[in-house]
């Protein structure tokens, strides 16, 4: 059975730091398009970043302070999450397709989703 598990998020001061991280069982990181998203109160949910495995990643929205990465022999995924933002709080998920491909609009098929962790900025 696959599993996503999400960790590290947590309350930080607007200009801080986090980073996400999403170690994957019964699915490799290698095998598949990966993506985080998030959901801010009372919004719908938002592609974030998306990695595949050759490693070519898209954080158009978030550029130039989000990154995406992962670590094949750890088998997780990681998000690198810099100069915090209010309007970057919400429920942080990863998700994996079964397509080696990522689709630059998020909407390749999303077979797995992690349950989410929580990030919150304040300022």
């Known amino acids: 059975q696959v599993q996503l598990v999400e960790s590290g998020g947590g309350s930080v001061q607007a200009g801080g730091s986090l980073r996400l991280s999403c170690a994957a069982s019964?699915?490799?990181?290698?095998?598949?398009?990966m993506g985080w998203f998030r959901q801010a109160p009372g919004k719908e949910r938002e592609g974030v970043a998306l990695i595949d495995p050759d490693d070519r990643s898209v954080t158009d929205d978030v550029k130039g302070r989000f990154a995406v990465s992962k670590d094949n022999a750890k088998n997780t995924l990681y998000l690198q999450m810099d100069t915090l933002k209010p309007e970057d709080t919400g429920m942080y998920y990863c998700?994996?397709?079964?397509?080696?491909?990522?689709?630059?609009?998020?909407?390749?098929?999303?077979?797995?989703w992690g349950q989410g962790t929580q990030v919150t900025v304040s300022s």
């Open positions: 998700a994996a397709s079964r397509y080696r491909y990522c689709t630059a609009d998020y909407s390749s098929p999303w077979d797995y």
């Open positions: 019964e699915y490799y990181v290698s095998s598949g398009c």
